[in-house]
Each structure stands twice: as C-alpha cells, then as structure tokens.
C-alpha cells in the first residue's frame, strides 16, 4: 500500500520564500523606534558571519514560583467545576440517603440518568461547537477583558462538570441498586439483577477515564469507557424500562407504555442515547494524502477548508482507536486542512510505516481553546514541536495574532507545506520561529514571551506544549500577571 501512495514533497513556495525560513527572522517591527525592544541575540546572522553570531543560549535553572500561584494553577475551572457538581450531588445524596430528600428517593432513576445526561452532553461536539458559536458572537472584543477570559475559562473546561456529573451518576445508581435490594421483596429479580448489571457497566466505563488510565492507556480507556459505555447505555435501558413497568405491589407488569412516557428517567435516557449517538451519525471514510518530510512526522491532507481552532479524530477503523489532532487550515474557503502527527504511539508510526489511502474521521470537528481567540482584540499562540498542529490555524486566519514556535529543525522535520503555509500567510512582524538545533538549545521562553507580549499588546497567550514546557509557561505567565490558557490533561 505504501508503495503506491503518492507522497507530497513538492516545494509550496519559491526560493525567497524557502530563504525566510532559512533567516528565521523574529516577529518585531521595523522602525528604529520600536526595534529598540529587541533583544539583540534573538536576531539571526547570516550563515558564515560569525563574527558578531549569538553564542548559544545557557540553561537557565528553574525558577521556582510560589506555592499559591501552583495552587492557583492547579485548582483551575476544570476542578471548581468538578467540586461544585460532584459536592452538590453529594449534599442531596447524604439527604437522600438518610431520608431527607423524598424528591430524590421518588425519582432515585431520575437522579442517576439526569446525571450521566448531563455528563454526556459536556461532551458532545455538536453541543459544543453551538456553544462556542454563541459565545464567539456574543461576546467578540466588545465585552470587558475579564468577561472574555472568563468565558473562555468556562469553555476550556467543561470537562470538570462533565467529570462531576458522571461520577455522581454512578454513585446515584449505586444507592438505587442497594435500595433495590434492601425492598427485594417488592422487585423482581429481572429489576435486581440489571440493577447489578447496570452498576457494572457504568462503573467500569467512569474507572476507565480517569488521568492516568486515559493518559497512559490510551487503547485500554478507549475501549472500556466506549464499548462498556454502550453495554451499559443498554442495560440502563433495561433496567429503566423494567423498573417503570412493573408494580411491586400488585406484582405484576404493565407492558402498554402509556405510563412509561410519563417517567422522568425514561426521557433522560433518550436524551443520553441521542447525545450519545449523534456524533457517530457524523463518522465517514475519507480519502487522504499522506507527506512524509521525516521519520518523526506525518503531515496528513484532507480535503476542504475549516475554520480556526478546531480538531479532529481520526482512525483506520470506523469505531476504534480515534485520536485527535488540531486542524491547520488557511480558512473555510480552502481546498485542504491538514493535521500534524508525531510519531509516538502505534497509531502514528503505522502513519508513517504504512501511509493509508483513507481515514475514518467524524465530520463534525470539535472546538478547541483556540476557537474562542475571536474574543480577543490581539493574542499571542506560543507552541512547541507537533504542537504548531493545534496553533498554526489562529495565526493564518488572523492578523491579530502573533506566533512563536520553538522546535527543532523545523522546516526539515515538518517539510514544506508547514513552512509554506506560515511565510505565505503570516508576516515577518508578527512571527519568531526558534529553531533549537541552529541555536544549540532552547530559548529563555518567558523572556521571549514577556517582550512579544508587551510589544504586541497582547490580551491574551494560548499554549500548546508538553507537560513540563507548558507548565513552565503557565507558572512563568501567572507570576508576571499575563492570562495564560494551556494544555489540559484532565479531560
């Protein structure tokens, strides 16, 4: 198959353009008055004039920040979120269980399916994208700063509420089942026992996603929180359809289905079935070229255009192992949108040993922090290695933003659609690339960032890093007083 795949690695831009790269020229104006801002080592020399060449940058060690700003950063929007759902189910599980909450105990199923509705919904990339739409064009630049930053927070990490809210349903179908079992003599055992069933199902399905099974398991959280997810969205129907049937007083079953419309359970659990189902409605197989500029990358080509701060999943199969990766594309009218694959996984190396002529991808492509750098009136995208991926986007598609990428040989490892993109699209004054390999390590990247900030007058910086880089950043930033949204690992 590789053999007839069609690898791109024709040049996308002429000589002067390709000597940009070659210059790697930072993003700062012109003028002698404004050029004063410049630190001097960060403009590059001509090759062969060592003369006045930067020496090479020296480690700097790790400034340690306060205790207070790493809790600050550690108890983000992700976990108050998180607190304030799971507490208040908490609160009125305590008071259910000791009979204080008739509401909760009349309706235990409602409880539960509320719940994981709810969770579910948190998730859905259809929900998500309208309500990043409405927030992108209620609020755009004309709202006060803190509001904006504010809604971005909230957008970022949904993900706290849908955590809350998904753990909460498990234990709400944890008292149901033992309350089930404490009144056995007025349930059937077909009830109890897709009580148990149910319980099963969804608790594996929670265990599944937490950090460290998702961040370093990915194929097992993958099929557990999926497949057993859908075993248990059956049994969960199972066990609400045979619940509301039948009678424990009088024994016996109503099957008609007039009075099963009329029960609170039964319309979540269609609303978490639809929730559930319709980004799968959205799944199609595509054709895709694949480029191949070195062994650690994989520059995959879809066809269309999309609009900034968007990402997608892909697979080789129509329902297991998806993987996400954020979308280049120079704006909806394009011909093509790309995504950047480093090899890491099984996944991405068997993109590069064995280039597919097809993906299976969800057309509806979720949004990502980046969606919300409309709010803002000027920005500032830093990102490192594979993650230009998830950043380039934002700069092509507007002016108003300014992009640092700190990598290494980065025009031989991501080849030349990449760098044709950002120095067809993206001016000089507003661009650093440091290229780590020619200037023999990495820069002082809150130093870089600080003066970009300032002579950009930026409102905002948006991070797409590794864990240790982008913590440095988010800790580096916090302290100088700059609004910082980084990488998240907690969804």
């Given at each position: 198959m590789a053999s007839d795949l069609k690898i791109h690695t024709e040049k996308v831009y002429d000589d002067p353009e390709k000597g940009t790269v070659d210059a790697i020229v930072p993003a700062y104006p012109r003028d002698e008055k404004q050029r004063e801002v410049v630190p001097p080592q960060y403009l590059e020399v001509?090759?062969?004039?060592t003369k006045d060449a930067p020496k090479k940058p020296t480690p700097k060690s790790k400034k340690k920040v306060s205790s207070w700003i790493r809790f600050k950063l550690w108890f983000n929007t992700y976990r108050k979120f998180f607190c304030l759902t799971f507490g208040l189910n908490m609160i009125g599980l305590g008071l259910a269980a000791s009979g204080h909450f008739p509401y909760a105990i009349r309706q235990s199923g409602a409880m539960v399916v509320g719940n994981l509705n709810f969770a579910i919904l948190m998730r859905n990339e259809i929900f998500g994208r309208i309500l990043y739409w409405i927030v992108n064009t209620a609020f755009a630049k004309w709202t006060p700063l803190w509001?904006?930053?504010?809604?971005?927070?909230?957008?970022?990490?949904?993900?706290?509420?849908?955590?809350?809210?998904?753990?909460?349903?498990?234990?709400?179908?944890?008292?149901?089942?033992?309350?089930?079992?404490?009144?056995?003599?007025?349930?059937?055992?077909?009830?109890?026992?897709?009580?148990?069933?149910?319980?099963?199902?969804?608790?594996?399905?929670?265990?599944?996603?937490?950090?460290?099974?998702?961040?370093?398991?990915?194929?097992?959280?993958?099929?557990?929180?999926?497949?057993?997810?859908?075993?248990?969205?059956?049994?969960?129907?199972?066990?609400?359809?045979?619940?509301?049937?039948?009678?424990?007083?009088?024994?016996?079953?109503?099957?008609?289905?007039?009075?099963?419309?009329?029960?609170?359970?039964?319309?979540?659990?269609?609303?978490m079935t639809v929730f559930i189902a319709l980004p799968w409605i959205c799944v199609?197989?595509?054709?895709?070229?694949?480029?191949?500029?070195?062994?650690?990358?994989?520059?995959?080509?879809?066809?269309?255009?999309?609009?900034?701060?968007?990402?997608?999943?892909?697979?080789?199969?129509?329902?297991?192992?998806?993987?996400?990766?954020?979308?280049?594309?120079?704006?909806?009218?394009?011909?093509?949108?790309?995504?950047?694959?480093?090899?890491?996984g099984d996944f991405t190396k068997s993109l590069v040993n064995d280039p597919p002529r097809t993906l299976w991808t969800r057309q509806v492509k979720f949004a990502g922090v980046s969606n919300t750098s409309t709010l803002y009136k000027r920005g500032i995208r830093i990102c490192t290695g594979t993650g230009i991926g998830a950043a380039l986007s934002t700069c092509l598609q507007s002016p108003n933003w300014y992009l640092i990428w700190i990598g290494s040989d980065q025009e031989k490892t991501f080849g030349p659609t990449i760098s044709g993109l950002i120095h067809r699209h993206i001016e000089p004054e507003r661009l650093i690339l440091w290229d780590s390999k020619k200037r023999g390590g990495r820069p002082d990247t809150m130093k870089i960032l600080k003066e970009a900030y300032h002579f950009w007058e930026a409102e905002v910086v948006f991070i797409t890093s590794n864990y240790i880089g982008n913590t440095e950043i988010m800790e580096g930033c916090k302290e100088a007083g700059i609004p910082v949204f980084g990488t998240l690992w907690d969804f």
């Open positions: 001509k090759k062969g004039d509001w904006r930053l504010g809604c971005t927070s909230v957008l970022q990490h949904l993900g706290g509420i849908h955590s809350g809210c998904a753990l909460s349903g498990v234990l709400w179908l944890l008292l149901k089942v033992v309350n089930a079992f404490r009144s056995h003599q007025l349930q059937h055992d077909a009830v109890l026992v897709m009580g148990v069933v149910t319980n099963f199902a969804v608790m594996i399905s929670a265990l599944s996603a937490f950090p460290w099974v998702r961040n370093t398991h990915h194929n097992v959280f993958e099929r557990h929180h999926r497949f057993v997810g859908w075993i248990g969205l059956l049994s969960t129907w199972a066990f609400v359809i045979l619940g509301d049937c039948y009678n424990g007083v009088t024994r016996t079953w109503d099957l008609s289905g007039v009075d099963l419309i009329h029960h609170q359970d039964v319309w979540f659990t269609i609303g199609r197989e595509v054709p895709v070229d694949i480029e191949l500029p070195s062994p650690k990358v994989a520059i995959v080509r879809f066809e269309r255009g999309m609009q900034q701060g968007l990402l997608g999943r892909i697979s080789r199969s129509s329902i297991m192992e998806y993987h996400a990766f954020g979308i280049i594309s120079e704006g909806k009218h394009a011909k093509y949108h790309y995504m950047i694959a480093g090899v890491q």
